[in-house]
């Protein structure tokens, strides 16, 4: 009976954590997972499961069609109501939140440190990160396959196991931190029980999933595992790192995770390039977070001997750390919050040992209960900062003030509110950071265009495609200046090379169409009346496709009914 009033209290913990989330907006990279992606939208499964994921970006290729095609079965049930997918994230994190204080449970955990575990979890500040972005699915789907395979792992079920270690693979590649937890499972739990055979056996089933797994993602997104050469200076800058750089920085950012973990209070939902300084080898910076390190792993050692838990907890944070630290191999950033969800359920076991330490138990649930009201407050304070991509970007640029990715964001989202000049004066100081990269300059082309100055949003729009000749953005832009300067020519071809990008998009025929129109009705006021004709009827034909992608398009119908009067005279001869 206590058990079950303890898992509902966990239960009711993660709902705490979460709900005052439940009226965000959709948020980061949930408009084009979920909002923006056409399959989703109209629940095309096949496209869903044949195709890379909710990734638009020509270097991601990631394959998440579990995760994927839960989103298309809530937006069937809800529509675009994020509340109720998030309430969907919520229930995960409760039922993670249970497995936590089941694994706390099988590792031999006192009653009261499995309860501890699993209401630290539910509460813990770090993970909102997961629970607001709606993409954060996908970390919560792959911690719930790794925890109930350990659970179902540690009590022989291995054919269950199999099945759920091949659900959480399809969920988010995380899951196969798994394939790495068996042997140490194997040896904290029946290393002299069982031959070398079974245990063989039983790696060798979970080695055929992952390798069918990483053919088929191989076929579906093109390579079986994500390319460090791909992944972005911007979001990570070891990629330029050598190897004793990488590893020195890897661990002072180790540290940061801990210390975050330990006092959640300054919690950042961005730390890119410049947000944390990828100093050399030896920087006073990186030496002093190693030694901590050291001396915090010479502690659990000498702690480990008399709690044999405490190896446990340590092992199953650092396995499954081990993955995203950029040490083995580089991720697509430096440091994300979302990144240790799974591995805190370690951390969490372990905090709770700590807590409890003190021989006096008023001084334990006294400690207890200051640190977990101390995280529900961080929560229902960092909820709010999530309402929206303007509220998140712009608080995050107060708690990463240095990254060049948020005061790009930020940049974005103070154009949508109309801020223009606070927009093109924080673009100018991100390319001030470093003018290799494309958006800054697009964004900043934006804000001139509003503020009228058409001079200077053309050469930003061009800075743009010089660094990057593919992005469309500037390209429709570009041909939007031209066309308000009757540049006909150079708006036709703007909009032409930005098809060739997204040519299934209804604005851009729209556009296109307009300026087909506009140069026809420039040459029929000349005289030049065949060759007007032939304008007409391009344009007829980008308003009928961009009608039939997009029926209910009003701009669309408006401008094909403008040009009706000419399409009339066809029959005049020039």
Not at 47 to 55: A, D, E, L, R, V
Not at 257 to 276: E, T
Not at 449 to 470: I, N, Y
Request: charged letters at 20%.
């Amino acid at each position: 009976m206590r058990s079950k009033i303890n898992i509902a209290i966990v239960v009711a913990a993660a709902f705490l954590a979460g709900i005052t989330a439940l009226p965000n907006a959709f948020v980061f990279d949930d408009r084009r997972a979920i909002v923006e992606n056409q399959k989703v939208i109209a629940q095309d499964w096949g496209g869903i499961w044949k195709s890379p994921s909710w990734f638009q970006d020509k270097n991601d290729r990631g394959w998440r069609p579990l995760t994927t095609s839960s989103f298309a079965a809530d937006w069937k049930i809800y529509g675009p109501k994020p509340a109720f997918f998030r309430a969907e994230n919520l229930l995960l994190h409760a039922a993670n939140s249970v497995l936590v204080l089941k694994l706390a449970m099988i590792a031999g955990a006192s009653p009261y440190i499995c309860f501890l575990s699993g209401l630290l979890f539910a509460l813990h500040s770090i993970h909102t990160e997961v629970l607001n972005p709606i993409v954060g699915r996908a970390d919560l789907l792959a911690t719930f396959a790794v925890l109930l395979c350990c659970l179902l792992y540690a009590r022989g079920k291995s054919f269950f196991t199999s099945i759920v270690f091949a659900l959480g693979l399809l969920a988010k590649e995380s899951a196969v931190t798994f394939l790495f937890l068996a042997p140490f499972l194997d040896i904290f739990f029946r290393a002299h029980r069982e031959e070398l055979r079974a245990k063989l056996g039983r790696y060798a089933s979970l080695i055929v999933i992952l390798i069918a797994y990483l053919l088929i993602r191989k076929a579906v997104a093109g390579e079986l595992l994500p390319s460090s050469s791909e992944t972005s200076f911007l979001d990570n800058p070891l990629t330029q790192a050598d190897f004793f750089k990488r590893v020195s920085n890897a661990l002072y950012v180790l540290w940061r995770y801990i210390f975050l973990m330990l006092a959640p209070y300054n919690l950042s939902a961005d730390y890119s390039f410049n947000a944390i300084p990828v100093l050399n080898a030896f920087a006073p910076r990186n030496l002093a977070a190693i030694t901590l390190l050291s001396l915090g792993g010479w502690g659990l050692w000498k702690w480990a001997k008399k709690k044999r838990i405490v190896v446990f907890s340590a092992v199953f944070f650092l396995v499954t750390f081990a993955l995203v630290s950029n040490v083995p191999l580089l991720v697509g950033t430096i440091m994300a919050e979302r990144l240790v969800y799974l591995p805190s359920a370690g951390f969490c076991i372990l905090l709770a040992l700590i807590l409890n330490s003190p021989k006096s138990r008023k001084v334990v649930l006294a400690l207890s209960l200051l640190v977990l009201s101390f995280y529900a407050w961080i929560n229902i304070r960092r909820n709010a900062d999530w309402k929206n991509d303007a509220t998140i970007f712009l608080k995050t640029l107060k708690t990463s003030p240095a990254s060049m990715k948020m005061m790009v964001n930020a940049g974005q989202s103070l154009l949508n509110l109309k801020r223009y000049e606070e927009s093109r004066d924080l673009n100018l100081k991100a390319i001030k950071l470093s003018d290799k990269f494309p958006l800054p300059f697009s964004n900043l082309g934006v804000a001139y265009l509003k503020l009228g100055d058409m001079t200077s949003a053309e050469a930003a729009f061009q800075s743009a495609l010089q660094r990057d000749p593919d992005y469309i953005d500037a390209w429709v832009n570009i041909g939007i200046i031209f066309a308000k300067q009757r540049r006909f020519d150079g708006a036709i071809t703007a909009f032409e090379k930005a098809l060739e990008y997204e040519p299934e998009s209804p604005k851009l025929h729209n556009n296109l169409a307009l300026a087909y129109k506009q140069k026809g009705v420039a040459l029929h006021s000349m005289g030049d009346k065949k060759e007007a004709l032939e304008l007409f009827m391009k344009s007829k034909t980008h308003y009928e496709r961009a009608l039939s992608l997009s029926p209910e398009y009003e701009e669309a119908m408006r401008n094909f009914s403008g040009l009706t009067p000419w399409l009339e005279n066809r029959e005049q001869k020039p």
